[in-house]
Each structure stands twice: as C-alpha cells, then as structure tokens.
C-alpha cells in the first residue's frame, strides 16, 4: 500500500440513519480520505455487511475482478455481485452519506449502523450482527492457525 492510499481504521458504534437513509461517516474515517475526495462507493460485501471505497480503493478492487477473467460462472457471479450492488455515495458538508436503502436492506440494517476501518475499506454493518461476528472471532486461535505474529 503506498504512502497515499487511505487507512481506515477504528470502530463506530451507535450511528443513526435517518429517514433519508442516510449516515454520518466519522470525522476519522472521513479524513482518511484522500484531499479532495467527496464521494464513497458503496457494495454488498462479505459476511453480511457492506464496504465503501475510495475511489482509487474501488478501481483497484475492479482490476482484481477484472483479471479473473469471466469463463467461470462463479467469477461472472461475484463480478455481478459487487459490480451490480455498487452504488457511488456522495459525502454532504455534513459528513453525510446516502446510502440506497435497497443496500440497507439487503444486511439488515434499519436506524442504526456500525462503521469499522478495515484499512483499505470500511466496512458498514448492523450492530447486532457485527456483535456477533466479533464476539465469535477467536483473535489468537486465527493468529495461530494463520501463522501470524
């Protein structure tokens, strides 16, 4: 990762959405971004939640999909997958973003979200469901298993 890719990272509970379907996306996570930049690309994402991209962020991740190659149809659905559910999301002066409540749905998300800094992403989820995800995750026996640290 070069010295000007954003890193996202920190954990961001309790952020309401209002009527519009819309979030504030933390100061942090904000002034991660790149000078300049006022627009997210929102997708459906792994373990059922959603990820926003910088813009560079989102073009890398197409070439990896890109090169991929399409002759496979588990590849063609991936790229349908995030291809199709991207949606881009412009910030407000507010740190506003609007997200597609089409996206929100999709996991689960109602009147409230929590955002989390993944690096190169962050990741947008229901708060129940990013409970459990985390209160399910053995940090040491993944280490370990992964030969890590």
Same mark, same amino acid.
Request: charged share 30%; with cysteine; proline share 5%.
């Given at each position: 990762?070069?010295?000007?890719?954003?890193?996202?990272?920190?954990?961001?509970?309790?952020?309401?959405?209002?009527?519009?379907?819309?979030?504030?996306?933390?100061?942090?996570?904000?002034?991660?971004?790149?000078?300049?930049?006022?627009?997210?690309?929102?997708?459906?994402?792994?373990?059922?939640?959603?990820?926003?991209?910088?813009?560079?962020?989102?073009?890398?991740?197409?070439?990896?999909?890109?090169?991929?190659?399409?002759?496979?149809?588990?590849? $063609?659905?991936?790229?349908?997958? +995030?291809?199709?559910?991207?949606?881009?999301?412009?910030? /407000? *002066?507010?740190?506003? &973003?609007?997200?597609?409540?089409?996206?929100?749905?999709?996991?689960?998300?109602?009147? $409230?979200?929590?955002?989390?800094? +993944?690096?190169?992403?962050?990741?947008?989820?229901?708060? /129940? *469901?990013?409970?459990? &995800?985390?209160?399910?995750?053995?940090?040491?026996?993944?280490?370990?298993?992964?030969?890590?640290?």
């Amino acid at each position: 990762m070069s010295d000007n890719r954003p890193q996202f990272f920190g954990e961001f509970e309790n952020i309401p959405i209002d009527a519009k379907n819309r979030l504030i996306v933390p100061a942090p996570l904000r002034n991660a971004l790149p000078n300049g930049v006022t627009s997210i690309i929102v997708t459906q994402w792994f373990d059922g939640c959603l990820a926003a991209f910088d813009p560079e962020g989102w073009r890398q991740l197409i070439d990896q999909l890109l090169s991929m190659g399409h002759s496979q149809v588990k590849t $063609r659905q991936l790229v349908r997958k +995030m291809a199709g559910s991207a949606s881009e999301v412009k910030l /407000d *002066r507010q740190g506003r &973003a609007l997200i597609p409540r089409k996206r929100l749905d999709s996991v689960g998300i109602s009147d $409230r979200a929590t955002l989390t800094g +993944m690096i190169d992403k962050i990741e947008i989820w229901d708060p /129940d *469901r990013y409970n459990e &995800a985390q209160d399910n995750t053995d940090l040491e026996g993944i280490a370990e298993e992964l030969e890590w640290y």
